[in-house]
């Protein structure tokens, strides 16, 4: 027989929304199980059973915003710490790119519930996602993601000549963290002391430690890519909304 689940989990496996969302709608009484509303936090269903959710829901879904931000050193992805700002500061009307060519008009409002889709060190610049839609953030950061993300590193070698091409296969497979086998990468110089890092998973300061692993030390990472979506000419420090014509 078929073991029940959490509606608001099921919800995100069908791709209908993140599961905090699922259980906003259920509160608001927008979701239907076999055309009944069901507005009961933790209320579960079977595989089989139909959801449908009101059109209230799919209205305020497609007003959420995705904003791409190109993110300096010492501002941090998500919540404040270390007295460290964090990047979603500095969003506002005087710093949207101004080649940004999406129609959408900026609105304080849009600034609620704006979460990191994916995490870059504070001393690491580049392109962060910043989103209200639960399903790009499951997407690109979801347990079962696969969307790879392309890095610019600038590389310092401690030790006498140049990396062996031994410790260069080692970066695109074969190293461990936290006793973990490493995700194959794509790892290759660009010039002389510059690598490109493609990786499909994001563990914690993750191409810092893999350099250090072969001794390498990083001066320098900047995220160009997530997916189809390029950084491009977004200057640092500016914004511009996820186009409706491109996904990741």
Same mark, same amino acid.
């Given at each position: 027989?078929?073991?029940?689940?959490?509606?608001?989990?099921?919800?995100?496996? =069908?791709?209908?929304?993140?599961?905090?969302?699922?259980?906003?709608?259920?509160?608001?009484?927008? /979701?239907?199980? &076999?055309?009944?509303?069901?507005s009961?936090?933790?209320?579960?269903?079977?595989?089989?059973?139909?959801?449908?959710?009101?059109? +209230?829901?799919?209205?305020?879904q497609?007003?959420?915003?995705?904003?791409?931000?190109n993110?300096? #050193?010492?501002?941090?992805?998500?919540?404040?710490? &270390?007295?460290?700002?964090?990047? /979603? %500061?500095?969003?506002? %009307?005087?710093?949207?790119?101004?080649?940004?060519? %999406?129609?959408?008009?900026? +609105?304080?409002?849009?600034?609620?519930?704006?979460?990191?889709?994916?995490?870059?060190?504070? @001393? %690491?610049?580049? =392109?962060? /996602?910043?989103? +209200? @839609?639960?399903?790009?953030?499951?997407?690109?950061?979801?347990?079962?993601?696969?969307? @790879?993300?392309?890095? =610019?590193?600038?590389? +310092?070698?401690?030790?006498?000549?140049?990396?062996?091409?031994? &410790?260069?296969?080692?970066?695109?497979?074969?190293?461990?963290?936290?006793?973990?086998?490493?995700?194959?990468?794509?790892?290759?110089?660009?010039?002389?002391?510059?690598?490109?890092?493609?990786?499909?998973?994001?563990?914690?300061?993750?191409?810092?430690?893999?350099?250090?692993?072969?001794?390498?030390? /990083? #001066?320098? =990472?900047?995220?160009?890519?997530?997916?189809?979506?390029?950084?491009?000419d977004?200057p640092?420090?500016?914004?511009?909304?996820?186009?409706? @014509?491109?996904?990741f």
């Amino acid at each position: 027989m078929s073991e029940p689940l959490r509606l608001s989990k099921r919800m995100s496996e =069908l791709g209908l929304c993140s599961r905090r969302e699922a259980d906003e709608w259920i509160e608001r009484g927008w /979701v239907r199980v &076999d055309g009944v509303v069901v507005s009961t936090l933790g209320s579960k269903v079977l595989p089989e059973q139909k959801i449908t959710v009101e059109r +209230q829901a799919s209205n305020e879904q497609a007003r959420r915003v995705t904003i791409l931000i190109n993110k300096p #050193v010492g501002f941090v992805s998500g919540q404040a710490e &270390d007295g460290y700002r964090p990047a /979603v %500061s500095l969003i506002s %009307s005087r710093t949207r790119w101004k080649m940004d060519r %999406s129609p959408t008009q900026f +609105q304080p409002n849009q600034l609620r519930n704006l979460v990191p889709a994916g995490r870059l060190d504070i @001393d %690491s610049v580049g =392109l962060l /996602v910043l989103t +209200q @839609d639960g399903r790009i953030a499951k997407h690109l950061i979801g347990e079962t993601s696969d969307v @790879d993300k392309e890095y =610019l590193v600038r590389v +310092q070698y401690h030790k006498a000549g140049r990396l062996p091409e031994s &410790d260069l296969a080692l970066l695109n497979h074969g190293l461990t963290m936290d006793g973990k086998p490493l995700k194959e990468a794509k790892v290759y110089w660009q010039n002389e002391d510059q690598l490109s890092f493609t990786l499909r998973e994001g563990k914690k300061r993750q191409i810092r430690r893999m350099c250090e692993a072969v001794g390498l030390r /990083v #001066v320098g =990472l900047k995220r160009v890519r997530i997916g189809k979506v390029t950084l491009g000419d977004l200057p640092t420090g500016e914004w511009r909304y996820l186009g409706a @014509d491109e996904s990741f």
